[in-house]
C-alpha cells in the first residue's frame, strides 16, 4: 500500500543544531565573500568557503535521492541560515530598543 503524500511533510522542522550550523556557514560565506571582493583572492578565504558549503552539504547528502535535491538542500539550508542570522540581528535591535 502506497504512503500517502500529502501526510508526510516533504521538509520536516529542522533542528537547533542544524539551524545552528547553518547559520554559522551561511555567515562564514558571507564573511568570505566580503573579505575576498575587498582584500583579493586569498586561499584562506576560499578554503573558508569551501569548509562552509562542504558543512552544509553533508547533512543534506543523504537524505537527497539526485543531484538536483542535493542543489536545492544547499541553497534551502543557506537561506535558512541566512534567515536565521536576520532574525537574530533584528531580535537583538528590538531588544534594545523594545
Known sequence: ???????TPRNPPRSVARR?????????I???????VVLGM???ALAAVAVALVAIGVPVAPA??????VISGVVQALVDGLSA?????????SGIFG
Open 20 to 28: 545552528l550550523l547553518n547559520a554559522t556557514c551561511a555567515m562564514t
Open 42 to 44: 586569498n586561499f584562506i
Open 64 to 69: 537527497s535521492d539526485s543531484l538536483v535535491e
Open 85 to 93: 542570522v536576520v532574525e537574530g540581528i533584528s531580535s537583538a535591535i
Open 1 to 7: 500500500m502506497p504512503q500517502d503524500q500529502s501526510k
Open 30 to 36: 558571507i564573511g568570505a565573500v566580503v573579505f575576498i
